[in-house]
C-alpha cells in the first residue's frame, strides 16, 4: 500500500548520479516510502512497456497503480511528488493551496507549450480512445500543426486541467493558450469551415526537415543535447565530435515525436543519433567510430570531402 518510487537510470549519465543522490536523501526523510533503482538499458522490456525514451525518468506507483511520472532530472519537482504522494490526503492546508497554485502554473505552461495544443488519451501515433483518434484524424486531415499531451502519463495534470478550463472531459484542444473545446465542437467547426481559419496550418514535414538538416554546416540528432545526452551511443558520438573541435549543433529528438519518425524516413536512416554535414546524412555511431580510425572523420566535419 506504500508509495513506491521507481528510478528508471543510466551509469554513464551524470544526471542520474546527481539523483540517484537526491533519492537517497528523500528515503532518509521519508521510511514509509520505498524507492527502487532500475537500469533502464538493462531491462529494455519493461523500460518499453512504461515508455521509458530518456534517462532520469521517475515513476510512481500506489496500490500497484501508476499514480505519476516525472521526465528529467528535477531534484525539486521529484521532491514535491514524494511529499504529495506520500503524505496522501494529510496535506495540510496551506501546502495544498501552494499546489494548486504550482499546478496552475504548470498547466499554463503545457497549454502554451506549442501554438495549436491537444490533450489527448495516448499519442497521434497511438491514440488510446475513440475520440482522440477522430480529433488527430480531423486536425491532420486539415494539416493543421500541433503538439500533444498523454493525459494517461500524468494524472495530476488529467485532473487538474479539467478544473483549470472548466471542461470535464478529453481531448481538448487549445490554440493559442485558449480552450477551443472538445471533438463535438472541433466538428462543428470543420463543418462551418472555420477551423481552417483558427488553428495554425502545418509546414511540410519535408520541408521542415530539409531546414533542419540544413540549420547548421554539422547538425547532429540526437536523445538530449550537448550538455545533456540521454542515451548512451548520443554521448559517444558527442565525445567523438567534441574531440575533433568542430562546431555543430544538435536536435533532440525526444522533444519532437514528428521528426523523431520522419527523419528515419526521409534519410532512410532507422536508428539514432544521425550526424549530417552540409545537408548530407553521414552516418550514425558505427560509421563515426569508422572514420575517427581512419582519420577521414575531421576533412569530412570541415566539409573538405
Known amino acids: 500500500r506504500s508509495l513506491v518510487v521507481v ?37 529494455p522490456e519493461v523500460s518499453e512497456k512504461y515508455g521509458i525514451s530518456s534517462v532520469p525518468t521517475f515513476l510512481f506507483f500506489k ?9 528529467g532530472a528535477h531534484a525539486p519537482e521529484l521532491t514535491k511528488k514524494v511529499q504529495r504522494h506520500a503524505s496522501g490526503s494529510s496535506v495540510p492546508a496551506g501546502s495544498k493551496d501552494s499546489a494548486k497554485e504550482d499546478l496552475s502554473v504548470r498547466l499554463k505552461k503545457l497549454i502554451n507549450a506549442a501554438p495549436c495544443m491537444l490533450f489527448m488519451k495516448g499519442s497521434p501515433k497511438e491514440p488510446r480512445c475513440g475520440f482522440s483518434k477522430q480529433m488527430v484524424e480531423i486536425l491532420n486531415k486539415h494539416s493543421i500543426s500541433f503538439s500533444s499531451f498523454d493525459i494517461f502519463s500524468d494524472e495530476e495534470v ?22 477551443i473545446g472538445g471533438l463535438d465542437i472541433v466538428k462543428e467547426l470543420e463543418a462551418s469551415g472555420e477551423l481552417d481559419t483558427v488553428c495554425p496550418k502545418a509546414q511540410k514535414l519535408e520541408d521542415r526537415l530539409k531546414l533542419l538538416i540544413n540549420k547548421a554546416p554539422v547538425m547532429l540528432f540526437m536523445k538530449g543535447s550537448k550538455q545533456m545526452a ?21 536536435f533532440d529528438i525526444l522533444e519532437d515525436e514528428e521528426v523523431r519518425q520522419g527523419l528515419k524516413t526521409f534519410s532512410n536512416w532507422p536508428t539514432y543519433p544521425q550526424l ?27 566539409g573538405e570531402n
Open 230 to 250: 540521454k542515451c548512451g551511443f548520443s554521448k559517444q558520438i558527442i565525445e567523438i565530435i567534441n574531440s575533433t573541435g568542430v562546431d555543430y549543433e544538435t
Open 63 to 71: 496500490n500497484s497503480q501508476r499514480v505519476d511520472r516525472l521526465d
Open 7 to 43: 528510478h528508471f537510470w543510466a551509469p554513464w549519465a551524470p544526471q542520474c548520479t546527481q539523483m540517484n543522490e537526491v533519492m537517497a536523501a528523500l528515503a532518509k526523510e521519508h521510511t514509509q516510502v520505498v524507492f527502487v533503482k532500475l537500469e533502464a538499458e538493462a531491462v
Open 158 to 179: 488529467r485532473q487538474g486541467l479539467k478544473t483549470y478550463s472548466n471542461w470535464p472531459t478529453y481531448p481538448q484542444l487549445y490554440v493559442a493558450g485558449e480552450l
Open 276 to 302: 549530417y554535414v552540409k545537408g548530407e546524412l553521414v552516418g550514425g555511431l558505427d560509421i563515426i567510430k569508422e572514420l575517427k580510425e581512419s582519420g577521414e572523420l575531421l576533412p569530412i566535419l570541415k
